[in-house]
Each structure stands twice: as C-alpha cells, then as structure tokens.
C-alpha cells in the first residue's frame, strides 16, 4: 500500500492549497481517510477526515470553515482544499487510511508520507 501525498508549497496567509493523496495497493472505496499534520515541535494533530461512503466528514475545531475534504474514487484520490490560510496552519500534511464502519472514530491502517505546507505572514 502506497499514500502519496502532494500539493504542498510556500503560500502567504489568506491564500488557498489543495492537498492530493494517491492511493494504491488497496480498494480505495472502501477506505476512510484522513488527514493529520504535524507542525515543529508538536504533536501529530488530526486535521479532517471522510468515511469510505463519501457521506461522512469531520474536522478539527482549527480548519472548520475553511479546509474541505473530499474524494475521487475513480482517481484513487483524496483532497484537501485549504483556504484562508494562516501561520500556524504551517506543518507536514500527511493523510491515512482506514478500513471499518463509515462512522469514527477512525482507525487507521496505513499512513503516507508527508507534505510540507508553509504559511508566511
């Protein structure tokens, strides 16, 4: 099982990313997934996350509003839309995979390497 994730970069505060996580090696659509961050010197932090039905998400009190899940089944894919970003928004986004009932908590049975997301005042 592989989870590639990309889209990561340097963007000053109020500006917008999309995160994509490639997924393979598993049935994609069966898979809940989930994004976690992790900034310098802190603990890994869950950031939001969508049930394999697609029906279900959940975020982090800090993202609500402005950071959105959401998947490509066809494309083996999920996203992170982020906007109106702020300093400490800063971190490596990685996101993971887990397979149960479409209702969390979610536990998860692989995890990707990261992306780094970068947000300058």
């Known amino acids: 099982v592989q989870l590639q994730a990309s889209g990561g970069g340097l963007v000053q505060a109020g500006g917008s990313l999309r995160l994509s996580c490639a997924a393979s090696?598993?049935?994609?659509?069966?898979?809940?997934m989930g994004w976690y961050r992790q900034a310098p010197g802190k603990e890994r932090e869950f950031v939001a996350a969508?049930?394999?039905?697609?029906?279900?998400?959940d975020y982090a009190d800090s993202v609500k509003g402005r950071f959105t899940i959401f998947r490509d089944n066809a494309k083996n894919t999920v996203y992170l839309q982020m906007n109106n970003l702020k300093p400490e928004d800063t971190a490596v986004y990685c996101c993971?995979?887990?397979?149960?009932?479409?209702?969390?908590?979610?536990?998860?049975?692989?995890w990707g390497q990261g992306t780094l997301v970068t947000v300058s005042s």
């Open positions: 993971a995979a887990g397979y149960g009932s479409e209702y969390g908590p979610y536990e998860y049975d692989y």
């Open positions: 090696g598993l049935t994609f659509r069966r898979y809940n």
């Open positions: 969508i049930s394999w039905t697609g029906g279900t998400t």
